[in-house]
């Protein structure tokens, strides 16, 4: 069922959940530099939030182990956080992170980069963070999930990436996932219609090479069957008459280039 907000309802998820996910979402990307372990990002994550009077909305949710999805390189998404993972220059790592707060749950996501990173990888990150754009602009009333996927897709593809299908975007509330899904791949004008009132996330998952995933074996982390790198940026939007609206936005603004502790 799909569980469509109010502008006051709209404004108090920004205000809460949605402010507070983009800040911790910051405060993960001031980490990622060399030598930092992922367990790191995941214990000072954890703590900023419960400091902010609020819950790490993954840690629990379906088991999940950590409060932060710290996926590096080639690991897609949920991947596990561990003093083991030592991150190094070269690296991109996609953290995924929300804080539930005012009954709301908050979910966003970002791709950082660690040290000096090539060329090819810089270059899927800008494209994989111009599909969220993309896909944010069809956004609006009356047009159809299939728009957002469209644009997704075809911008990935034309740039020669791979656009995954396992996992997708979906609608966001009280609980962190709610209806409708929202894939990142589609037709123009198909699947569930978009009104004003419905919260959804969108989160483009890229690849540098194929589109398959395969689950590692922890049950949780998704890497690219290739082995090549992908990445993956999310914000959560309000759909209004007057266009789509951010709520996982701070001060910052919304189209922030963080990368690498830098914002």
């Avoid at 949920?78 to 953290?95: A, E, F, N, Q």
């Avoid at 896909?135 to 997704?152: K, L, R, Y």
Wanted: aromatic letters at 6%.
């Amino acid at each position: 069922m799909i569980h469509i907000k109010t502008a006051e309802e709209m404004e108090g998820y920004r205000a809460s959940a949605g402010t507070l996910s983009k800040s911790a979402l910051r405060r993960a990307g001031s980490m990622c530099r060399p030598g930092v372990s992922t367990q790191e990002i995941d214990r000072v994550v954890e703590s900023f939030i419960r400091l902010h009077g609020a819950t790490p909305g993954f840690k629990g949710f379906g088991g999940f182990p950590a409060s932060v999805c710290a996926s590096v390189n080639e690991q897609v998404v949920h991947g596990i956080p561990s003093p083991d993972t030592i991150l190094k220059s070269g690296d991109i790592v996609s953290i995924d992170t929300g804080a539930n707060k005012g009954g709301w749950a908050g979910d966003n996501a970002w791709t950082f980069l660690v040290g000096e990173v090539s060329d090819e990888i810089r270059a899927l990150c800008e494209v994989t963070r111009d599909c969220l754009k993309a896909g944010i602009e069809q956004a609006v009333p009356g047009n159809h999930v299939g728009d957002i996927g469209f644009a997704v897709q075809t911008l990935a593809e034309r740039n020669g990436y791979g656009v995954v299908r396992d996992y997708v975007g979906h609608g966001v509330g009280h609980r962190m996932q709610e209806d409708p899904a929202v894939p990142n791949y589609g037709k123009r004008g198909r699947g569930v219609r978009l009104q004003a009132g419905m919260v959804i996330a969108i989160e483009p998952m890229i690849t540098l090479g194929t589109y398959q995933t395969r689950v590692l074996s922890n049950g949780w982390t998704v890497q690219t069957a290739d082995g090549l790198p992908a990445a993956h940026y999310e914000n959560t939007i309000g759909i209004t008459k007057d266009g789509p609206v951010v709520l996982t936005a701070d001060d910052g603004g919304a189209w922030c280039a963080m990368e690498g502790g830098q914002e």
